[in-house]
């Protein structure tokens, strides 16, 4: 159980254009979502916690025009980079956590999308 | 504000024990947890361990937790090229009902075979 998945696992697009990235939890019902940003050798940095039904919770210094975030089912939330730039391109986690439903109260995470800009 | 910390790198020989230390900062953390990332993937839940707990042992996997010292540690048994991975070890953010987490820096465990 607890299995979330991403899609795509990989992108490439040119600079200006928006990508779409979604993350669905398979087996179980998340009204949290979060996003995260990873660079090479380092750690994961939370950018914003997506609630179902309403709107997205960002960390300081995350654009919220610049990730969209639309958390529209218990098992759907997307991430869309607008207007992306070669500096956004990243390695893109997405994590759910189905709260009491399982007893390690936790995150579960999707596989990453690796997003490149030209 | 919390904090977890972690070393960056450590190097094992095939069959021996690995051991991975992580310091935390927010002594009300009721769980803690320990993730596995290898290349190119998301983050894998290995274990977790309460609060009001010492130890954990799940197969080649031991946790023990010093709430004194903040000092959490995960133990892998019989360490393979397989167990090569970055593990990060990740606390309860502020309250824990915002389900937020904060990860360590990552600990990269070499396996040599």
């Known amino acids: 159980g607890a299995v979330v998945s991403q899609h795509p696992s990989w992108v490439i697009c040119k600079s200006g254009t928006s990508v779409k990235i979604e993350c669905r939890s398979l087996?179980?019902?998340?009204?949290?979502m979060f996003w995260y940003r990873q660079f090479p050798k380092q750690s994961l940095m939370l950018m914003a916690t997506?609630?179902?039904?309403?709107?997205?919770?960002?960390e300081q210094g995350v654009e919220k025009d610049k990730f969209l975030i639309n958390h529209a089912s218990l098992t759907l939330s997307t991430l869309t980079v607008t207007s992306a730039h070669p500096e956004d391109s990243s390695f893109y986690i997405c994590?759910?956590?189905?709260?009491?439903?399982?007893?390690?109260?936790?995150?579960?995470f999707g596989p990453g999308t690796r997003l490149t800009v030209l | 504000g919390e904090d977890v910390e972690q070393s960056l790198f450590l190097s094992v020989r095939e069959g021996d024990s690995s051991v991975i230390n992580c310091t935390y900062t927010?002594?009300?953390?009721?769980?803690l947890y320990w993730y596995k990332q290898e290349p190119g993937a998301g983050l894998q839940l290995l274990t977790y361990?309460?609060?009001?707990?010492d130890m954990k042992q799940d197969q080649r996997l031991t946790v023990l937790l010093n709430k004194k010292d903040k000092h959490l540690s995960l133990r892998i048994a019989d360490t393979q090229t397989g167990d090569s991975a970055i593990y990060f070890c990740?606390?309860?953010?502020?309250?824990?009902?915002?389900?937020?987490?904060?990860f360590g820096q990552g600990t990269t465990l070499q396996v040599k075979p």
């Open positions: 990740a606390a309860p953010r502020g309250s824990s009902n915002t389900g937020k987490l904060i």
């Open positions: 994590s759910a956590n189905p709260g009491q439903a399982f007893s390690t109260d936790t995150q579960y």
């Open positions: 997506s609630n179902e039904g309403s709107k997205a919770t960002y």
């Open positions: 361990i309460f609060s009001n707990m």
């Open positions: 087996d179980f019902q998340a009204t949290t």
């Open positions: 927010d002594s009300s953390s009721t769980y």
